[in-house]
């Protein structure tokens, strides 16, 4: 058994883990280690080669790649640790990590644990799509991994259920391959994913999106022959007389991602049963001091871009650490309002939060309160699920101080 004593150990090696951990050794920890189960760094975006990475953060174009080795060159060039092919298998309270791998087991003791272990895609069985089970049926991801990482084609007559932006940008790309893309399937009367990625992916290719519409059944014995789709009500329910066959050999799936918690759940973090991800404060700390939580394991992020500067502020604050006031104030989701970031607040300043809609509007005004009074007011001309909202806002001390819940609000 190895042990050793680090200042920052970062679970995961895609872009939230890379970008905290640099942020951490840049804000003054001594020793940085990432542990990834994955043989290679970076999680997902190796095999994201489409571009409109890194716009927002450095104001160049790149694709996932090229992105995401702008940050494995940071890490390097900062002398962080990698463990690969390493799985953690427990967290335990005191800040000791798990590990296994093919040398044997590590015992990592960390004065901060940052989890930054990603999401992974809904399957079928998520759903519960009934029918047959054929060969053909592929989540977004696993496909593009096909295509863009080992050049193997899913199909060629397909069908895509769920709006989700993978699903919308592998609708692009196996058009652009020469296939057949039949239609996007959403069972929303709204795209899930963002609004450019359905002009830039489905209209500007001509590729039909069903909204109400959902897959009934899947037909086939070996290999997938057709798939019955149906419009749906408001009430989730079938339209009678909608429902019919459509002839093809591949199903992709894009309905929604599952933050990773296995581990944070085991290691007694509490879970928010909206987001998927670990309760936080501002500072990102869980229930347990000492470990953070960011990325798509906190809540899945409209960009990377975002992701990364959150990311950032995490490994700082796992870094640094802050002054905490006794006092706590929870913060609560409204009218219209799905889920808010962070979920409690127990120091004074600016904080940065992000929030997600339960449908979209438009011409509506975002309105916070601390208890009663009203301490923050916004005209938004438009909100959409899709669109993550992010805003700052200073928590002064009287607040702190009176206050026990801010409440987030969307009037019409």
Known sequence: MTNENVDVAVIGSGPAGLAAAVSAKENGANYVVIIDRN??????LPQCIHDGFGLEETGNSMTGPEYIQMYIDDAKKHNIDFLTETMVINIDKNKTITAVNKNGIYK???ESIILSMGCREKTRWNIMVPGDRPSGIYTAGVAQAFINLYNIIPGKNIVILGSGDVGLIMARRLK???LNVLGVLEILPHASGLPRNVVQCLDDYEIPLYLNHTVTHIDGRERLESVTIAQID????????????????????SFGLIPENELSKDAGIKIDNITGGPVVD??????????????????????????SKSAK?????AVVKLIKNKKSIFVKPGKNIRYVIPQIINKKGLINF?????????????????DEKEIYKKKQRWVNPANM???????????????KTLVVNLHE
């Open 354 to 370: 992000t929030m997600r809609v339960n449908k979209p509007a438009q011409n509506v005004t975002l309105k916070i309160k601390a």
């Open 39 to 44: 043989s290679w760094k970076g999680g997902i």
């Open 282 to 307: 501002q500072t990102y700390e869980t229930n347990i001091p000492g470990i953070y939580a960011c990325g798509n394991c906190l809540q899945v992020y409209d960009t990377v871009d975002v992701l």
């Open 313 to 317: 502020l995490v490994g700082k604050n």
């Open 234 to 253: 408001n009430k989730k329910n079938i339209v009678k007389g909608s429902e019919k066959k459509i002839k093809c050999d591949t199903l992709l799936l």
């Open 176 to 178: 652009l391959e020469g």
């Open 108 to 110: 990592i003791n960390a």
């Open 389 to 403: 909202i992010e805003l700052t806002l200073e928590i002064t001390h009287e607040i702190l101080k009176k206050g």
